[in-house]
Structures are given as structure tokens and as C-alpha cells.
């Protein structure tokens, strides 16, 4: 099955695309938006602008996210007031799949000029719950690189991880952060806590080629219609990153990412700090030249003699399963497997302590 996983991540069957994705969504506690999902399957016979252009989709529509783009489309419907029909599934009310597909199949039609530009990029979730892995590996790095930080985000979108330093964390009874703050992280832990160390995070930024600005109620609602609509949790940590941001916002520079990597790694760092490169389920969004270009810029920097780590929560493309690793300089830079997560940051399955430097 993760086999066929990887297999369908490559392939171009737009329709195999959008029936792993409501799957998908249906395991992950979301089976209403799972039902909108499924219902994209009929738009494909080209009736609308939007269903002709996912039907002739040129890329990869799975690994281009296309089904969550739409859902997004869909979500900011009824979140904006402009059609809230969907509420109704949503909400669970209504779970006919034939009825889902036809109400769906009549807002592409009232709204085909709206939802068709959703499909111009993938989705920006910007998950705040995937920043307790980032948090638990600086835990792990703490006594072997020294407890001063200075952050780097890869692919930050509205920079709800770059604020990770006022979020309060919850890791297995493992507590870090203001215990006051509105953005409260506690996921499901399993395995031993990660062990308390101090955690000093000396400055904090993000990269993004669009930057969202969740200061502005537009750029924040676009934010908050990819979240599934079921998964209130979800809704209200992107609730306390709008207000966060509101009392402060995060830094954030709008550029290509190899760009930034080669400016920060170039850029002084103070003595007795460890630069971190970090960012989550961004790496496949990458063109494979721009992926190939920050490894090596990175792994020269390490090697080089800077004091630098590289902290990954990705997808691992053979397994289909979010891996947190780090990699490390000085430590000989070998990725370490520290654990794994839910993609949206429900729980976090840690065994970091086991691993050794490799």
C-alpha cells in the first residue's frame, strides 16, 4: 500500500488523485471535507472552466496537492458568506455522497469564475501543530550544539512557525514556552518525553515567495479556508496565530528559498549560537534544482566549519509518513531520525532519545 503511495505521487490520474486524497482525509478525522473531496470526481467531464483545467491538469495532481487546492476554493465559500451551503456537510448534516456531489457540481457551476484561480497554487496551511516537532528537536539539540538559537523557516507562508517562541508546548509533560500564551500545543505524545533543556531562541525568521499577511482579514481567511472545515482544533490554532500576529508580526521576507538559504548562510553569526535551517511539509513543494541547491549550500556551510543545523518534519515519499529528522554540524551532518508526526500535529511519535550522532 505505501508502495502504490509513492507510485500515485508521480502519476497524472487526476480522478486516482482525488480519490486517495478524500481517503486521506476520511482517516485523518475529516470524513466531511472528504466528501466534498470526492465530489471534484465529478467535474471532470469539463462542464466548467475550473472542473476542464483539473481534468487536463498538466502536472502531478496528487504531489501538486490539486484536491485541497478546490477544497480550499470551497471552504472560503461558506466562510466568507458567499455560498454556505456547505455548511450543511460540514457540520455532518449532510453525508449522502450523491447529494454532496450534486450540490458541489452546482457551485462549481454559480461559482466557476471564483473557484478557478484557487487552483493557481497549492495550498498554504501554515499548521501551527507541526511546530511541536520543530520544538522537541531543539530540545534534542540543546545539549549537544548549546541552548542559543538563532531560527531560519524555509517556506513560512504566514509565518505561524515563525512565532514559535511565544507558543506554550505540551511534549509528553515536557513543558516549554509562556504558559499564558494563546497558542496552548499539546499533541498526543507517544514514546518517552523528549528531556527538559533550555531553549534560547536568539532572532526568528521566515522565507516565503508569497508571504501571507494574516494582519490583513482577506490574506487570513484565504489562510484559514484550506483547514478542514471539521477539525476545529485546527481552526482555533490558526485563530490564536491571527491574534499573535496581530500583537506582533512575524518577520518575514519574501524571496526564493535557495536565495535565502545562500543569504543566511552567508550572514555573521554571534559566537556560542547555532544557526537553524527549518521548515515543514515544504520540501516537495520545491522544484528538484532548488532542493539539490539549499542541500548543498547547507552541507558546505556545515562542513565548512559553521555551527549549523538542518531540522526537517517531511513527507518520507517511499513511506507516505512525516518524518522529523536533524541534521547537524559539528556531529558529522548524518540525518538523524528523531520521530515522526501527524501531518497536522494531532500527535507526535518521538523517539529521539534512543538515537545516537551517526
Known amino acids: 500500500m505505501e508502495g502504490d503511495t509513492a507510485k500515485l505521487m508521480e502519476v497524472r490520474d487526476v480522478a486516482a488523485a482525488i480519490a486517495w486524497q478524500a481517503d486521506h482525509a476520511a482517516n485523518n478525522g475529516a470524513p466531511c471535507t472528504a466528501r466534498v473531496v470526492r465530489a471534484q470526481l465529478g467535474l471532470l467531464d469539463g462542464a466548467t472552466e475550473t472542473g476542464r483545467w483539473m481534468a487536463h491538469w498538466p502536472g502531478r495532481p496528487l504531489e501538486d496537492a490539486l484536491p485541497l487546492r478546490l477544497a480550499g476554493g470551497f471552504h472560503h465559500l461558506v466562510l466568507s458568506g458567499t455560498d454556505t451551503r456547505l455548511g450543511a456537510v460540514y457540520r455532518g448534516q449532510l453525508t449522502d455522497q450523491a447529494a454532496v456531489d450534486a450540490l458541489v457540481r452546482d457551485l462549481v457551476h454559480r461559482h466557476d469564475g471564483a473557484l478557478l484561480p484557487w487552483l493557481d497554487g497549492p495550498p498554504q496551511t501554515n499548521e501551527a501543530g507541526r511546530s511541536a516537532s520543530i520544538m522537541a528537536a531543539l530540545l534534542w539539540l540543546s545539549p549537544r550544539m548549546g541552548p542559543r538559537f538563532e531560527l531560519n523557516e524555509l517556506g513560512a507562508s504566514a509565518g505561524v512557525n515563525t512565532m514559535i517562541e511565544r507558543y506554550f508546548y505540551d511534549l509528553g509533560g515536557t513543558e516549554v514556552g509562556p504558559e499564558g500564551s494563546p497558542m496552548q500545543i499539546k499533541p498526543e505524545w507517544r514514546g518517552p518525553a523528549p528531556a527538559p533543556a533550555p531553549v534560547e531562541i536568539t532572532s526568528l525568521q521566515g522565507c516565503d515567495r508569497a508571504p501571507v499577511n494574516l494582519a490583513h482579514p482577506a490574506a487570513?481567511?484565504?489562510?484559514?479556508?484550506?483547514?478542514?472545515?471539521?477539525?476545529?482544533?485546527?481552526?482555533?490554532?490558526?485563530?490564536?496565530?491571527?491574534?499573535?500576529?496581530?500583537?506582533?508580526?512575524?518577520?518575514?521576507?519574501?524571496?526564493?528559498?535557495?536565495?535565502?538559504?545562500?543569504?543566511?548562510?552567508?550572514?555573521?553569526?554571534?559566537?556560542?549560537?547555532?544557526?537553524?535551517?527549518?521548515?515543514?511539509?515544504?520540501?516537495?513543494?520545491?522544484?528538484?534544482?532548488?532542493?539539490?541547491?539549499?542541500?548543498?549550500?547547507?552541507?558546505?556551510?556545515?562542513?565548512?566549519?559553521?555551527?549549523?543545523?538542518?531540522?526537517?518534519?517531511?513527507?518520507?515519499?517511499?513511506?507516505?509518513?512525516?518524518?522529523?529528522?536533524?541534521?547537524?554540524?559539528?556531529?558529522?551532518?548524518?540525518?538523524?531520525?528523531?520521530?515522526?508526526?501527524?501531518?497536522?500535529?494531532a500527535w507526535v511519535a518521538w523517539h529521539g532519545d534512543k538515537q545516537g550522532d551517526k
Not at 280 to 287: H, R
Not at 296 to 308: K, P
Request: glycine letters at 8%; one cysteine or more.
Open 220 to 345: 487570513a481567511l484565504r489562510l484559514k479556508s484550506y483547514v478542514w472545515a471539521e477539525v476545529t482544533e485546527r481552526l482555533a490554532r490558526i485563530d490564536a496565530a491571527i491574534r499573535l500576529a496581530g500583537e506582533r508580526a512575524p518577520d518575514l521576507v519574501q524571496m526564493d528559498a535557495g536565495e535565502w538559504v545562500d543569504q543566511r548562510l552567508a550572514a555573521p553569526l554571534a559566537r556560542g549560537v547555532t544557526r537553524v535551517i527549518y521548515h515543514s511539509i515544504v520540501w516537495q513543494y520545491l522544484p528538484p534544482e532548488t532542493r539539490a541547491r539549499i542541500t548543498r549550500a547547507i552541507t558546505a556551510a556545515g562542513e565548512g566549519g559553521q555551527c549549523l543545523a538542518w531540522i526537517m518534519l517531511e513527507t518520507n515519499r517511499k513511506t507516505f509518513r512525516h518524518e522529523l529528522t536533524v541534521r547537524h554540524w559539528p556531529g558529522g551532518g548524518a540525518p538523524v531520525l528523531l520521530g515522526e508526526a501527524h501531518a497536522h500535529g
